[in-house]
């Protein structure tokens, strides 16, 4: 939920610098439809809604880390746009925490208290697992990349984030409020 923020937020702020959202028009991203599958994989694994069960459940693990493959190709694509670099950065971290728990993100259970997502907590605390998430203990690896920080309960969609999410977060910002540098002429 985090990158929903991010959007709305480099939305935001391009509007305001350039005066209108035309800028974005120029924004010349190649292979967008990988990122567009990579939502649509997202939006089958991960629950919708506190306590809900994801839609597509043989495979998750699978079809999460395969999301991420595909936002880095699309990254390395695009790779001349500098704030795909940023993002590309925070794609990489989430995909090598996800890839090292097995296709689970792992979330403090803190963290997701402080986000007021106390249906996943508990869901964690019964099961172990609700959706992608884990409970991060000492057994997860690379803790210190998974779900720590969180946005405060009262923003809406408030949840945990990994540094890998701030750093798609800020790229995503970027991108979206910068004003497109024009392509060189095709030969």
């Not at 839609?55 to 001349?80: C, D, K, P, Q, T």
């Not at 792992?106 to 249906?119: F, I, K, M």
């Not at 690896?141 to 946005?151: A, C, E, H, V």
């Not at 949840?159 to 910002?173: H, K, P, R």
């Amino acid at each position: 939920m985090v990158l929903l923020w991010a959007i709305v937020l480099g939305l935001l702020i391009g509007l305001i610098r350039h005066r209108g959202l035309a800028h974005l028009a120029q924004l010349r991203l190649r292979a967008s439809g990988l990122v567009l599958l990579a939502v649509l994989i997202q939006m089958l694994i991960l629950p919708l809604s506190p306590g809900a069960k994801p839609i597509i459940i043989w495979g998750m693990e699978f079809f999460h880390i395969a999301s991420y493959v595909l936002l880095l190709l699309f990254a390395i694509i695009n790779f001349r746009e500098k704030a795909l670099w940023l993002m590309a950065l925070g794609m990489l971290l989430n995909f090598t925490v996800i890839a090292a728990n097995g296709g689970h993100m792992p979330a403090s259970l803190d963290a997701l208290r402080a986000a007021g997502r106390t249906v996943t907590v508990e869901k964690l605390l019964t099961e172990g697992v609700s959706g992608n998430v884990i409970v991060m203990s000492e057994t997860t690896k690379l803790n210190f990349l998974g779900d720590i920080f969180w946005l405060p309960s009262w923003v809406p969609f408030a949840n945990a984030f990994s540094v890998g999410d701030l750093l798609l977060g800020v790229g995503v910002i970027w991108l979206l409020a910068k004003r497109p540098s024009p392509l060189p002429p095709l030969p």
